[in-house]
């Protein structure tokens, strides 16, 4: 229990480490991003390398982003939410990346679900980061798949299904591990972020893939906070 406790303060002091140093970061990267733009519109003929380095730019905000998005240990802001507000609010988010990719995006809910106790903002981030995957895993488009049902009286399910590339069988482990990446912009932290908040909601992640054919996430969720399942 204690070796517990000193690992949590741990955690606490590193994660205000982080969320300091990010604050200082972002700042100075805003006012490189903002020169090469302007160095991008003056120079044309060397606007390629212009180009590039906001691109980087915005991949390093990316990562400061989300690192500070980890270390925030915020409590969850619980309220009873509609599940199916939260995944109409994700579509919409997405659905201009998934059109620009030919990925179609299919729901299919039961009716009436129950309402879910949990934090509608950090819910609406866990399935930005799984359509996202959805769709990086499709670039030359398909159909992503999105069901919520309920299991029994005390849970909820929702799975995000795509026909993408799929995951090996050798990198699932590496999915929980921060900065694990197959994506040349990627960042490696959109399921550790969604293992957290998900975790902290007291439910589960499962992820089932086929290499070649697809990946399927499922998310359980209590359906009230006070009922750990
Ligand atoms: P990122 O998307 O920045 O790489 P994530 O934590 O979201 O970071 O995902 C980590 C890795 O897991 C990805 O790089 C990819 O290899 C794999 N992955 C996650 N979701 C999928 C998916 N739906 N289809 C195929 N691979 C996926
Ligand atoms: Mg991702």
Do not use: W
Not at 16 to 36: D, V, Y
Not at 138 to 163: C, F
């Amino acid at each position: 229990v204690n070796e517990e406790l000193h690992q949590k303060e741990k955690l606490a002091v590193i994660g205000q480490m982080a969320a300091t140093i990010g604050h200082e970061i972002r700042n100075p990267l805003a006012s490189l991003k903002g020169f090469a733009q302007l160095q991008h519109e003056r120079y044309p003929e060397t606007s390629d390398y212009y180009s590039i380095m906001i691109q980087e730019i915005d991949r390093l905000d990316l990562i400061v982003n989300d690192l500070m998005y980890i270390s925030k240990s915020k409590a969850l802001q619980i309220e009873k939410a509609n599940i199916k507000d939260i995944i109409s609010y994700t579509i919409s988010i997405m659905e201009q990346q998934a059109f620009a990719q030919n990925v179609k995006i299919e729901t299919e809910m039961e009716e009436p679900l129950p309402l879910l106790d949990c934090d509608e903002k950090q819910l609406k981030q866990v399935f930005i980061n799984l359509l996202k995957n959805a769709i990086e895993a499709m670039p030359e488009g398909g159909t992503i798949r999105i069901t919520a049902q309920s299991l029994g009286d005390s849970k909820i399910a929702i799975s995000v299904e795509d026909e993408g590339c799929g995951i090996k069988s050798e990198d699932i482990p590496n999915l929980k591990v921060p900065f694990f990446t197959t994506k040349k912009g990627g960042t490696g932290l959109g399921l550790v972020i969604t293992n957290k908040i998900i975790k902290e909601h007291h439910g589960d992640v499962n992820i089932e893939s086929n290499v070649g054919k697809g990946t399927k996430v499922t998310v359980t969720l209590p359906r009230e906070s006070n009922h750990h399942s």
